[in-house]
């Protein structure tokens, strides 16, 4: 009787120990915890080739221990390097094992007609096929699942939302709240509801446009009202950027960072936050 009890303790005292050991491993890496200041998603669009500037973005975020999303227009990547390369840097993994570069669906060919573009003043059947597209480079070309979209012009139409519909492994659309109006119930803002667990659609405000150049006094001055939002989203767009812009990302970066002012985190990794999930399976 008396061995059993030793033996009890002992196992108590081993396992109190170990669960002091995980709690500190998780207070000392914010990415690995709940975090309690602002968060930034930064959304790049129109990934086609990797270019210099793409390569030079990416590099910035992977050294800068940070994370982002990438729009990729899926008829761009044409050339076997780039396929490669992006396939390369959707592997590279943050400490929660997300991805450090979340790539996401920002249509097939990104139409420029007029008034019509890739997901507005197009019919559905049009809009299916495009998504449907750019959802199966995802899986059949890059061998990952694709979990988030993004409108190019960031125009959509009632039509975008049944599309959508169709694609349960899409849980995120980043959106323009003033031009895109035609979202409907199933997709729910973390700016105004508080998320379930069984909310799978979540919509997203882009808060700041930037196109082409990056410039950062704005962000700087509008910090106090930002920290006050549960997450930020960026666009960017580093195709276009020269090294002044890139200068003004890199301040960005340091300015976040800074005493903890934000965390980074990507679309569909926001989304796993919201459902009390910090690591990636
Ligand atoms: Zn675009």
């Given at each position: 009787?008396?061995?059993?009890?030793?033996?009890?303790?002992?196992?108590?005292?081993?396992?109190?120990?170990?669960?002091?050991?995980?709690?500190?491993?998780?207070?000392?890496?914010?990415?690995?915890?709940?975090?309690?200041?602002?968060?930034?998603?930064?959304?790049?669009?129109?990934?086609?080739?990797?270019?210099?500037?793409?390569?030079?973005?990416?590099?910035?975020?992977?050294?800068?221990?940070?994370?982002?999303?990438?729009?990729?227009?899926?008829?761009?990547?044409?050339?076997?390097?780039?396929?490669?390369?992006?396939?390369?840097?959707?592997?590279?993994?943050?400490?929660?094992?997300?991805?450090?570069?979340?790539?996401?669906?920002?249509?097939?060919?990104?139409?420029?007609?007029?008034?019509?573009?890739?997901?507005?003043?197009?019919?559905?059947?049009?809009?299916?096929?495009?998504?449907?597209?750019?959802?199966?480079?995802?899986?059949?070309?890059?061998?990952?699942?694709?979990?988030?979209?993004?409108?190019?012009?960031?125009?959509?139409s009632l039509e975008t939302n049944k599309v959508l519909e169709n694609f349960?492994?899409?849980?995120?659309?980043?959106?323009?709240?003033?031009?895109?109006?035609?979202?409907?119930?199933?997709?729910?803002?973390?700016?105004?509801?508080?998320?379930?667990?069984?909310?799978?659609?979540?919509?997203?405000?882009?808060?700041?446009?930037?196109?082409?150049?990056?410039?950062?006094?704005?962000?700087?001055?509008n910090y106090d009202i930002d920290k006050k939002k549960p997450y930020i989203?960026?666009?960017?767009?580093?195709?276009?950027?020269?090294?002044?812009?890139?200068?003004?990302?890199?301040?960005?970066?340091?300015?976040?960072?800074?005493?903890?002012?934000?965390?980074?985190?990507?679309?569909?990794?926001?989304?796993?936050?919201?459902?009390?999930?910090?690591?990636?399976?």
């Open positions: 009787m008396k061995n059993l009890n030793f033996s009890i303790l002992k196992y108590l005292i081993i396992s109190l120990l170990a669960i002091q050991t995980v709690g500190l491993v998780s207070c000392e890496d914010l990415s690995l915890n709940a975090p309690k200041g602002l968060i930034i998603i930064l959304k790049a669009d129109d990934l086609g080739e990797t270019t210099e500037n793409w390569n030079q973005f990416i590099k910035i975020v992977t050294d800068s221990d940070i994370c982002a999303g990438i729009g990729i227009i899926s008829k761009n990547v044409k050339s076997g390097n780039s396929l490669n390369e992006i396939r390369r840097v959707s592997t590279i993994k943050q400490v929660n094992n997300f991805p450090v570069i979340e790539f996401w669906n920002h249509g097939y060919d990104h139409l420029d007609q007029g008034q019509n573009t890739e997901f507005r003043g197009t019919d559905y059947n049009y809009q299916l096929e495009h998504f449907q597209k750019t959802q199966k480079f995802f899986s059949d070309s890059l061998h990952i699942i694709c979990h988030s979209f993004g409108a190019p012009h960031n125009r959509t349960s492994e899409i849980n995120v659309w980043q959106y323009y709240r003033k031009i895109e109006t035609n979202y409907q119930k199933p997709w729910k803002d973390p700016d105004n509801v508080v998320i379930k667990n069984s909310d799978k659609n979540l919509i997203l405000n882009i808060d700041y446009l930037f196109f082409p150049n990056f410039k950062l006094d704005k962000i700087v001055t989203i960026i666009q960017l767009h580093p195709l276009g950027w020269d090294s002044e812009s890139f200068e003004n990302f890199k301040a960005m970066i340091h300015f976040y960072k800074e005493n903890n002012r934000a965390v980074f985190m990507t679309p569909y990794q926001y989304y796993k936050f919201l459902h009390n999930e910090y690591i990636s399976n």
